[in-house]
């Protein structure tokens, strides 16, 4: 099931720009090791889904992974072959906004090479590039 | 574990811009404060802070104008990819007065729970001790290996170094072991459930709407 609001205050956002970097949920604080964002960007709720399935089914259940991005942003867009105008599209997906440093996933649990391969499998889903951290005490 | 010397230097200018030129000099800005005697800021190479904080080391002996002090590291903010050192908070300490600090928890052992199908779970990864500054602990290691599915172990259970005390509240489970949770195969979602919008909670009614339309 993807992620997505329960409850907005209005459906539709602006597009908005992504400046600096990340203030907030830049460091590990649920897991041993965090895969960090390194550059602005926006993650789908099928990316963040399909990274989640990917890394719980190379874990086997061994583990435990958190998923630390939520979509809050609704992004809309037209039917195609729908002329210009008449007024702004209806919501189409959800997204993260990620800004570089954030921590969109983090491991518990397990060795630091399968926590490795397991954030190799979601960086493959990611639409950012990411590198893997460890938690710093 | 001896206490790193660091070279230091007075700061000049104060603030945001003169900080930035600093960082990108390759030093760190800091402050030197605590026992009631003036604020010193200063300024520590990177290096030298970076190399004294993997070693491990919490006390550090700060040298700047031919003077020395003792300082415990008490707080360093590090950039949004957690790489460069921003800025480290030091506090005066006195040798022979005990200090309260947080130290990492360490878990020994290959737990039995394991074996039945447990996960380990730890709930905390720090705790508050009371010790002399000479005698800070690296860290604080809990055997585990006799740890079942369904137990728990405390502070209690910590292996207390000599003279250094627990200087938290014992709050409950700081490691457990708990059962697997097995994830449900999720069935794809039918695409009424898709189509599914969040409810927009400043929606008005639609009599209202109509209302102001007409």
């Known amino acids: 099931m993807q992620?997505?609001?329960?409850?907005?205050?209005?459906?539709?956002?602006?597009?908005?720009?992504?400046?600096?970097?990340?203030?907030?949920g830049q460091t590990v604080a649920f897991g041993e090791y965090g895969l960090q964002a390194l550059e602005p960007g926006w993650v789908t709720a099928q990316q963040l889904e399909a990274g989640r399935v990917a890394a719980s089914h190379?874990?086997?259940r061994e583990g435990k992974l958190v998923v630390r991005a939520f979509p809050h942003k609704s992004v809309t867009a037209k039917p195609i072959e729908t002329r210009m105008g008449k007024g702004k599209g209806e919501p189409a997906f959800w997204v993260a906004v990620v800004k570089p440093g954030t921590i969109i996933y983090e491991v518990s649990g397990v060795p630091e090479d399968l926590a490795r391969q397991a954030f190799n499998r979601i960086a493959h889903?990611?639409?950012?590039?990411?590198r893997m951290i460890t938690r710093r005490i | 574990m001896e206490s790193p010397v660091l070279q230091a230097e007075r700061r000049g200018p104060l603030g945001t811009r003169a900080a930035r030129r600093l960082r990108r000099e390759g030093k760190v800005p800091a402050v030197l404060y605590g026992h009631e005697v003036e604020n010193i800021p200063i300024?520590?190479?990177?290096?030298?802070?970076?190399?004294?904080?993997?070693?491990?080391?919490?006390?550090?002996?700060?040298?700047w104008d031919d003077k020395e002090e003792m300082a415990l590291l008490k707080e360093?903010?590090?950039?949004?990819?957690?790489?460069?050192?921003?800025?480290?908070?030091?506090?005066?300490?006195?040798?022979d007065k005990r200090i309260v600090l947080e130290v990492p928890i360490e878990l020994r052992g290959t737990p039995a729970g394991l074996a039945e199908d447990g996960v380990l779970e730890q709930v905390l990864r720090k705790v508050k001790v009371e010790c002399l500054p000479r005698a800070i602990p690296e860290k604080l290691t809990a055997d585990v290996s006799r740890l079942r599915l369904g137990e728990s172990i405390t502070f209690k259970?910590?292996?207390?170094?000599?003279?250094?005390k627990v200087a938290e509240e014992d709050t409950g489970a700081m490691?457990?072991?708990?059962?697997?949770?097995?994830?449900?195969?999720?069935?794809?979602?039918?695409?009424?459930?898709v189509a599914k919008e969040p409810e927009v909670i400043t929606r008005k009614p639609k009599e209202e709407e109509e209302e102001e339309k007409s």
Request: aromatic share 4%; glycine share 6%; no cysteine.
């Open chain 1, 3 to 24: 992620l997505m609001p329960k409850r907005v205050k209005f459906r539709k956002t602006h597009r908005g720009r992504i400046k600096g970097r990340a203030t907030r």
């Open chain 1, 58 to 60: 190379f874990l086997a």
């Open chain 1, 125 to 130: 889903k990611m639409p950012v590039r990411v």
């Open chain 2, 43 to 63: 300024s520590i190479p990177q290096g030298a802070l970076k190399t004294a904080i993997q070693m491990g080391a919490r006390m550090v002996s700060i040298r």
């Open chain 2, 76 to 95: 360093t903010q590090y950039d949004a990819f957690g790489k460069e050192i921003l800025h480290a908070d030091l506090v005066r300490v006195a040798l």
């Open chain 2, 157 to 164: 259970d910590l292996e207390l170094p000599h003279d250094v």
């Open chain 2, 175 to 193: 490691v457990a072991m708990v059962r697997k949770i097995v994830e449900e195969e999720v069935k794809p979602a039918v695409e009424e459930e």
